[in-house]
């Protein structure tokens, strides 16, 4: 059966370390790869888009790898702040029918400790 | 604001009500999408609408009925409900819900409407 997993419900991390949160699935072939940051009482945002054919993917202090043979992608916050506390979705972009479809991860609850 | 907008924030309904789900998008986008999102559970799909075309329902009871007039206009309308369909109801956009183009399938989300059915 197809599955999406993130590496644990919640992660607790000292403020100035860098956060690692881990997507892996399995059954997919996803053309790409999204991660989102989502807030108590808000919707997911938008982070960052990975391609299947991009080992990695930058954006100030947000790293993405996508390892298609591992099936994982690994999501890391350099110098990590209290703001970067949040819940982290991945989710993957598979066609189904005539849409393509995100499929989501149940997520991780991080929280920066100052 | 991620211009996504969802009314009202708050519900709380009996089984035996009607009331619907609105969501407005003024970000120029063609397809609108419902989620559910239980806790503790990934979001779930429940439909998709592309330039107004319904092109996703994955098997949402029809207790659950989507509307969308047009591209900027997405309802979902909500009769006999059970406790069980308590959650947080999102409401995105993207530009093309065929997102073949890179970035056509990054979605906007609304902030949601907490349902609670007694």
């Known amino acids: 059966s197809q599955k999406i997993e993130q590496n644990s419900e919640a992660l607790n991390i000292q403020e100035g370390k860098t956060a690692t949160l881990t997507c892996n699935y399995t059954?997919?072939?996803?053309?790409?790869l999204q991660w989102y940051r989502q807030d108590p009482g808000r919707g997911p945002v938008f982070l960052l888009l990975i391609r299947e054919n991009e080992k990695e993917k930058r954006k100030e202090r947000l790293k993405v790898t996508f390892d298609t043979t591992l099936k994982q992608s690994l999501f890391h916050i350099t110098a990590s702040q209290p703001a970067d506390s949040a819940t982290y979705l991945c989710?993957?972009?598979?066609?189904?029918?005539?849409?393509?479809?995100?499929?989501f991860g149940s997520g991780t609850q991080l929280t920066v400790l100052p | 604001e991620t211009g996504v907008t969802q009314t009202p924030r708050h519900l709380v309904m009996g089984m035996t009500n009607k009331k619907s789900l609105k969501c407005e998008q003024h970000?120029?986008?063609?397809?609108m999408y419902w989620y559910k999102q239980s806790a503790k559970k990934p979001l779930e799909l429940m439909f998709v609408?592309?330039?107004?075309?319904?092109?996703e329902n994955n098997s949402v009871p029809s207790r659950f009925s989507p509307e969308c007039p047009n591209s900027s206009h997405l309802f979902l309308h909500l009769h006999t409900l059970q406790p069980e369909d308590s959650a947080l109801y999102l409401c995105?956009?993207?530009?093309?819900?065929?997102?073949?183009?890179?970035?056509?399938?990054?979605?906007?989300f609304g902030a949601g409407t907490r349902l609670s059915v007694l």
């Open positions: 989710a993957l972009s598979i066609s189904s029918g005539s849409a393509r479809q995100l499929t």
């Open positions: 059954n997919y072939s996803p053309a790409y």
């Open positions: 995105a956009s993207s530009q093309d819900a065929q997102g073949v183009g890179l970035g056509k399938n990054i979605q906007y």
């Open positions: 609408y592309n330039f107004k075309e319904q092109t």
């Open positions: 970000l120029g986008h063609n397809a």
